[in-house]
């Protein structure tokens, strides 16, 4: 589904966002790791079947990109939560219907 240069460069961006988040405030580990969903999310969309499209086109890219819990927390865990909950119907469906 991805080919060889997208998945290096996904790689290349989660190694490079360990050892950034080395330095970095803890409330980023969650951004990056949402970015690099993002990023997956766009590059398999096309190929992928329709729930999981309609899941990395919605729910996952309606998350602001920066998004940083620092600020309304809650509001913020909530969002994560929710989610985590469409992904888990997604997953459901496909893999336990």
């Not at 980023?28 to 079947?49: E, F, Q, V």
């Not at 602001?64 to 620092?70: D, G, S």
């Amino acid at each position: 589904m991805l080919t060889e240069d997208e998945a290096l460069e996904l790689l290349a961006y989660l190694v490079t966002s360990a050892r950034t988040q080395v330095d970095e405030a803890g409330e980023y580990g969650p951004m990056r790791l949402l970015t690099a969903a993002r990023r997956l999310g766009a590059a398999i969309a096309a190929h992928s079947s329709a729930p999981t499209a309609e899941f990395v086109t919605g729910p996952l890219s309606a998350l602001p990109e920066l998004a940083v819990p620092k600020a309304d927390r809650e509001q913020y865990v909530a969002r994560l939560d929710q989610v985590c909950s469409d992904l888990a119907v997604v997953l459901r469906n496909r893999y336990a219907p």
